[in-house]
């Protein structure tokens, strides 16, 4: 009888632990799917802030929406500076990609900033800023406002 509730108590601990580890952690998936769209390593102490993916299906066509707000520490500060210096400002290379960003915020009924932001274009198609006429728009477009603090992302792939 010992040995019958030692091995029900073994194999009940045994599925616990391994149930922890299946547990999923959206937030940390969110983080991963971001950084793997933008192909950017965003520092860890970002905060997600709104998060839409409609990627699925078949072929996986979606879009993929998300806000991020930066903290107050050294890593954050870095990564702010790193944009500064890396990513583009406006004007934009061409006027596709002028409203595909618009049309990320006219949803968020925000008012397209005029000025202090930068901004980082990723064609996943051809890393060429003119094909935004291809047939396929499979892109990321990241953009930092300097005066909110946030950085907000829009991946097509359709």
């Not at 595909?100 to 900033?113: D, I, Q």
Request: charged share 25%; hydrophobic share 35%.
């Amino acid at each position: 009888m010992k040995r019958a509730i030692l091995f029900f108590t073994s194999l009940l601990l045994i599925i616990s632990v391994c149930g922890c580890g299946l547990i999923r952690n959206e937030k940390a998936e969110q983080y991963s799917e971001i950084c793997r769209r933008l192909k950017v390593k965003l520092p860890h102490c970002v905060v997600i802030e709104e998060y839409e993916d409609t990627h699925g299906g078949f072929l996986g066509d979606g879009t993929l929406t998300a806000t991020v707000r930066f903290g107050d520490d050294e890593e954050c500060e870095a990564f702010k500076e790193n944009i500064k210096e890396t990513w583009a400002m406006p004007p934009f290379a061409n006027t596709m990609l002028s409203n595909a960003l618009k049309y990320y915020f006219e949803p968020l009924e925000m008012k397209f900033p005029q000025e202090n932001y930068y901004y980082y274009y990723l064609n996943r198609y051809t890393n060429n800023p003119e094909s935004m006429g291809a047939y396929t728009q499979n892109f990321s477009l990241a953009t930092y406002i300097e005066d909110k603090n946030e950085l907000y992302i829009y991946v097509s792939d359709m």
